[in-house]
């Protein structure tokens, strides 16, 4: 004789098993994404989703705009007239620091690197003619990673031409040259954490009767220095 159980034990077994791939599908929605790598070159056009090499988009700014958190925007060589604000963490892959340009046109930052949790990397270009208030060539208030990176002939009223880091910066075999400040710190301003390594300050100036040229280091920062060569930099008061 059947159990009078037996209708109710079968109709949790068919719960469980209706719930099961709805549990499933919940727990893979709260995985990361994988990480994307899209294509940028001046033969470009903005349209779709940016991942075919052999049909890639024709502005960082646009490419940006499919991104998710740790994508990879892969820019040929040429010269890129932009002005970037990044949002999330992402990776900036030039083809070559002399031969991929980013150009500020002298209209703001030419980067701008906001708060997230995820790191930003820009590496193998060259970002230049930025003018700003603050970081004329890269702002960084998140955590981002300079490698082989050429910061060069960007101005700020303020702070920091080449440079504004209020975040967590590593700078790695990148060299800042030939930016201006009207106030402070031609070259970089430093606001909070940096480690720079197998770089070089050259040619930075203030052009004001004010201090800088090709670092400033706040009372309250803190700053680490690995074979840095600083020289030919320019400041009317102290830290030329």
Known sequence: MKSPLFPFRVLLVLVFLLVLPISAAADQGTLSPQATDRYVATTGTDSGGCTNPSNPCRTINYTFDQTDSGDTIHIAAGKY???????HGVNLVGAGATTTILNGDAFSNVVYVFSDTIPTTISHLTI?????EYGGGVGNVSQLTLDDVIIEDNAVTSQGGGIYNDGD??????IV????????????INHNTAVIRNSTFSGNRITSSNYGGAIHNNAD????LTNVTISGNEAYSSGG
């Open 81 to 87: 007239v932009e002005n970037v604000s990044l949002f």
């Open 128 to 132: 230049r003619n930025g003018a700003s």
């Open 169 to 174: 910066l590593t700078m790695l075999n990148s």
């Open 177 to 188: 040259r030939n930016n201006s400040s009207s106030n402070v710190a031609a070259g970089m």
């Open 221 to 224: 920062a803190t700053m680490e």
